[in-house]
């Protein structure tokens, strides 16, 4: 199992904020900002380059969800970003499809 699929299991604790039939979203046990929600599909996909086209309707969820969370958050009118690492320069760490929500703090472009 990923470590996310333990989390959605209940086998590793999280912060959780909201969850779905499809995915969950819990608070980054090593936040950036303010404000880190991860974003996971209960679905393993190991990272966005390897979704394949069944996967748009839940693809689309997650960013729809990004949106609904960031509205619930308080963090729709100051801004927010939302970023998927993919692979090693990306500095992806967890090989389990994820979407970052971010915010509560002014950001930097391009990001680092
Ligand atoms: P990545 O670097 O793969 O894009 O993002 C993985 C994220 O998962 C990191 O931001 C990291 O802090 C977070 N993370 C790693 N282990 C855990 C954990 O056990 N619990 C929670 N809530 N977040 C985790």
Redesign the pocket.
Known sequence: MT??E??AAGQ????MVAQSDHWIA???????APV?V?IVPRKVIPRLGAAVEEDAPLLGELLLAAGTLARQLGIDQTGFRV???HGPH???????L?V?LIGGRQMEWPPG
Not at 90 to 96: L, R, S, Y
């Open positions: 470590l996310f333990k989390i590793i604790p999280a912060r819990f608070h980054d046990i090593n936040p950036q880190h991860l970023a998927i690492n990306a500095g992806e760490t967890v090989p389990h994820h970052h």
